[in-house]
């Protein structure tokens, strides 16, 4: 609601003022806010039973716990391709020291 205000029209009566605000509401998507089931105000009713408010939180619990097995499955697989990557390069390093070991110990045989 905030940034939202209406004011009293010369002539105008306090009930078509109210009536014109909470059109404005629902044309800014407010009142779809406020009649959040989380909240249960009595403007939405049918969410606000405490039976379908608790079928609501048993949802939201859901989509948080299969978001949060998402981010971990996308931690351990990027934790995963930076080891491979660390390991690739390892890997990289220790063939070029074993090749800078052959050549000298090369040298030493010809010499």
């Known amino acids: ?13 306090q009930e078509s003022l109210l009536r014109r605000w909470t059109r404005k ?3 800014d998507e407010t009142m779809d806010e406020i ?7 009595p403007e939405c009713r049918n ?4 039976s379908l408010k608790a079928k609501y939180k048993k949802e939201q619990a ?11 499955e996308r931690r351990l ?3 995963r391709d930076r080891q491979r990557k660390q390991n690739k ?4 390093v220790q063939k ?4 800078a070991k052959e050549k000298t110990f090369q040298g030493k045989q010809t010499n």
């Open 25 to 27: 509401l629902r044309k």
């Open 77 to 79: 697989k990027n934790k």
């Open 89 to 92: 390069k390892r890997n990289a």
């Open 35 to 41: 009649r959040h089931p989380v909240h249960g105000t």
């Open 96 to 99: 070029q020291r074993l090749a």
């Open 1 to 13: 609601m905030a940034g939202t205000s209406v004011y009293l029209r010369r002539g105008e009566s």
């Open 47 to 50: 969410v606000s039973k405490p």
């Open 62 to 72: 859901e989509r948080r716990r299969i978001a949060e097995e998402r981010r971990k």
